[in-house]
């Protein structure tokens, strides 16, 4: 499963999110994939669907709520 | 994702900023500057913009409402003073591009750091710089005493 690093600061806790992926990190994502997005401090935490891809982007629905760190 | 400008904007340099400083904060930062290059274009006259998120103390939000909103373990507050003496801030709203409503309510205390970018040709193609590792490493290798200069500003870290 992929690992996906996603910019809480910017989208907060929007449950759709449209992220600039590198091509490492894009490398064999296909549309339909759940992924594991990393929380604020680079630890994977919340699943999310892929739901479409377009060049460097990448569109994503969170299964799993935001987790508050504290 | 669709960025809107708050044009008129210009928050009180007294007011206290308040940004991310988790772990691995100095790869973090550059990598979201980098992210963002692309969504940034037209916003300013440039091609694109090395952005950093921060939220500021204003308009009824304080700090703790606003580290308690976020996912965040560690975070790092600067003046807009202090801030402005190094980096240009442009007031920004974060709008979910299904709805064009912001994602939040305290998207109207959110701003973006400006970092200077290189002049790079490269550049002005949309969508080469995540994908171009050669522009990439120069990108990042350019980015790096910015990023040095921004985090200096917001430490120490605190817990919340």
């Not at chain 1, 449950?15 to 604020?40: C, H, I, M, Q, Y």
């Not at chain 2, 992210?35 to 274009?41: A, E, Q, V």
């Not at chain 2, 305290?106 to 193609?125: A, F, I, K, N, W």
Request: charged share 25%; aromatic share 6%.
């Amino acid at each position: 499963m992929h690992t996906l690093t996603v910019d809480y600061s910017r989208y907060l806790r929007s449950p759709v999110v449209e992220v600039a992926l590198f091509a490492s990190e894009r490398a064999g994502l296909k549309v339909g994939d759940t992924v594991l997005v990393n929380g604020e401090d680079g630890i994977p935490e919340r699943r999310a669907t892929v739901l479409s891809i377009d060049g460097g982007k990448v569109k994503l629905r969170f299964i799993d709520p935001v987790r508050a760190s504290a | 994702m669709v960025v809107r400008l708050r044009e008129d904007e210009f928050p009180p340099d007294e007011a206290t900023v308040i940004v991310h400083l988790g772990a691995g904060v100095h790869d973090n930062l550059r990598d979201k500057a980098i992210r963002s290059y692309d969504d940034y274009r037209g916003i300013t006259a440039s091609a694109g913009l090395f952005v950093l998120s921060v939220y500021a103390a204003l308009k009824g939000h304080d700090v703790p409402e606003i580290v308690g909103t976020m996912p965040w373990n560690q975070y790092g507050t600067c003046s807009v003073r202090e801030l402005r003496a190094h980096f240009e801030l442009l007031a920004t709203t974060i709008l979910d591009d299904d709805t064009l409503q912001p994602v939040d309510p305290l998207q109207e205390v959110h701003y973006d750091v400006v970092l200077p970018g290189p002049e790079d040709e490269r550049l002005t193609v949309e969508g080469v710089l995540l994908d171009d590792d050669l522009l990439l490493a120069t990108v990042e290798a350019w980015l790096d005493p910015h990023i040095d200069m921004f985090q200096s500003l917001f430490e120490p870290r605190q817990r919340r």
